[in-house]
C-alpha cells in the first residue's frame, strides 16, 4: 500500500497524460520489444494507424479487439511477416531489446529465429515429428551432431509437452498426430531454435476445449522462458493466459494495461463495450 501511495503522489504531480504513462510503465525495465507510431498500408488502405505499445519480457501480451481491427498484422509486423506481402508498406519504429527491426543491418532470416511464430492453423511440415523439430536447428546449425540435434528435439518436445506423446514415434509423421499435438508440435518447431519471443495468432481456434486447456497451461510456462504475444478473439482466454491485454479497434490501440485492470476496470468506454459483449 506504502508503494501505491508513493504512485499515486508522483501520479499527482505530473500532468495525465504522463501520470497515465507512469503508471503503465510500472518498475523501470526496458521492454523486450516496443513500437512506436507504427502505420501499415495494404496497398491503398490503411490497416495500422500509430501503434504505440511495449511488449514486456516474460510475460504473455494478449491482443483482443473485433475481427479485421488488426491484430494479425500488428503481429506480423514484429517479425517482419509483412514483408513478403505485396504492396504493404510500414511506418514507424519497432524495436527489439533497443534494436530497429527494420536497421539494414537485420538479417531477417535470424530476426525470425528470435521472433518466433505459430500460426492459427497447425502447419506441421510432411515430415516427421523428429524432422519438423530439427528443421530449423538444421538451418541455423545449433547441433554440432547427432547427440546435439537428439538433446535438442527432445528438449523442444518437452517444452511444449508434447514429448510423453510422441517418445516411442518420433518417426512417425507430424501430420498424422490429433490436431492439438500438432500445434504442441508446432510450438514446440518454434521454441527449438531458443527464440526470445514467441508470437501466436489464435493458436486455439482450430482445436478442441481439451487440447485448448493444454495450450492455454503450455503458455503460461512458456512465458518463464520466453516472451509471448497471442492473438485471440476469446476475452476468457486473453484473462486467462495473458498478464497483459492491448484492445484494438479499427486499426488503433484504444487501451493497453495489466490484463485484470482491463477486464474488471478498463479506462476507456470502448473497451467496456467490447469485454461486455455490445460488439465484436
Ligand atoms: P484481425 O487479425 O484483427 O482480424 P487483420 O490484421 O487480419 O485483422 O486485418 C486488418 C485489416 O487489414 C482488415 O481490413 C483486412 O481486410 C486487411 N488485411 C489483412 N491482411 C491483408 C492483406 N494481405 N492484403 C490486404 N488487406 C489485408
Ligand atoms: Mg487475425
Redesign the pocket.
Known sequence: MQGETALNATALALDPPQAARAAEAGPKTAPKMATRGVKLW??A?Q?LFGIDLDIKANEATALI?P????????LRCLNRMNDV?EGCRIEGEITLDGEDVYDRRIDVVQLRARVGMVFQKPNPFPKSIYDNVAYGPRIHGLARGKAEMDEIVEQSLKGAGLWKEVADRLHAPGTGLSGGQQQRLCIARAIAVSPEVILMDEPCSALDPIATAHVEELIDELRHDFTIVI?THNMQQAARVSQRTAF?HL?KLIEVGETDQVFTNPRERMTQEYITGRFG
Do not use: L, M, P, R
Open positions: 495494404y496497398g488502405k490497416a479487439g475481427s479485421g481491427c488488426g491484430k494479425s498484422t500488428y506481402i492473438v484494438f486499426g
